[in-house]
């Protein structure tokens, strides 16, 4: 309850001390802008005054080209009293509004200071460690997850990368070596034939032709041995 009060009367304070401040400098605003005018209107005043002590110097009247001047120097002087307190009202604003701006930036800087405590109260190093073991889990798992995603469905599809690369590397040795028994058998067939006489295409025809008249003159033979023992 007593909390509640001060808390209250506390604000309530703040709330009064910000409505004068700004009154305040409301109010040296407002004055600094009447003695500006009223500077100007003295400077009109001068000017005409000095124009009146001209012009009666020309007629010379002295007298009243006197009393111009005195009347001018008066309002010089009031001028000079009005400029001065324009300066003092704006020292006076000037330091109104610093003072102000320190105490607004000193609220801020204490709402900071709350804010992060609150912040820090709720957070510490234990959690800040569960939380990220738990973002480290998650990934984890998103990562299982897309693995699972991208392999292939069925087990018959499945081919081993290993088994392939094996098999790729018999075949290829199996080529190799029919390339070198074919390479052999021809060089054994050419060096074969270096050994053998060169024999004509033409002689080996003759001889295979006389070699059939052979065979049909037996079979000849044969048959009239056959006719004569029928007979």
């Known amino acids: 309850m007593w909390k509640s009060l001060w808390g209250a009367s506390t604000e309530e304070k703040?709330?009064?001390?910000?409505?004068?401040?700004?009154?305040?400098?409301?109010?040296?605003?407002?004055?600094?802008?009447?003695?500006?005018?009223?500077?100007?209107?003295?400077e009109q005043q001068i000017d005409e005054l000095r124009d009146k002590a001209k012009a009666y110097m020309q007629?010379?009247?002295?007298?009243?080209?006197?009393?111009?001047?005195?009347?001018?120097?008066?309002?010089?002087?009031?001028?000079?009293?009005?400029?001065?307190?324009?300066?003092n009202l704006e020292m006076q604003l000037f330091?109104?509004?610093?003072?102000?701006?320190?105490?607004?930036?000193?609220?801020?800087?204490?709402?900071?200071?709350?804010a992060m405590k609150e912040i820090s109260s709720s957070m510490n190093i234990d959690k800040v460690e569960d939380t990220m073991d738990e973002v480290r889990e998650n990934m984890d798992m998103n990562e299982e997850i897309s693995e699972a995603l991208t392999r292939p469905i069925g087990g018959s599809t499945y081919v081993d990368e290993d088994e392939l690369e094996d098999e790729l590397a018999d075949l290829m040795l199996e080529d190799e070596t029919e390339k070198?028994?074919?390479?052999?058998?021809?060089?054994?067939?050419?060096?074969t034939n270096s050994f053998l006489p060169n024999v004509p295409l033409s002689d080996l025809s003759t001889k295979q032709h006389t070699e059939e008249e052979e065979e049909d003159e037996d079979e000849l033979a044969l048959k009239a041995l056959q006719a004569e023992m029928d007979l």
């Open 95 to 114: 330091t109104i509004e610093n003072a102000n701006l320190n105490l607004e930036t000193v609220k801020a800087i204490g709402k900071a200071n709350s």
């Open 14 to 42: 703040q709330k009064k001390q910000k409505e004068s401040t700004k009154s305040a400098i409301i109010d040296l605003r407002g004055q600094i802008q009447l003695l500006t005018k009223k500077q100007t209107h003295l």
């Open 59 to 87: 007629k010379k009247n002295t007298n009243m080209a006197k009393i111009q001047l005195k009347k001018s120097k008066m309002l010089e002087n009031e001028m000079t009293k009005s400029l001065q307190q324009i300066e």
């Open 180 to 191: 070198l028994e074919k390479n052999v058998g021809n060089s054994v067939i050419e060096n």
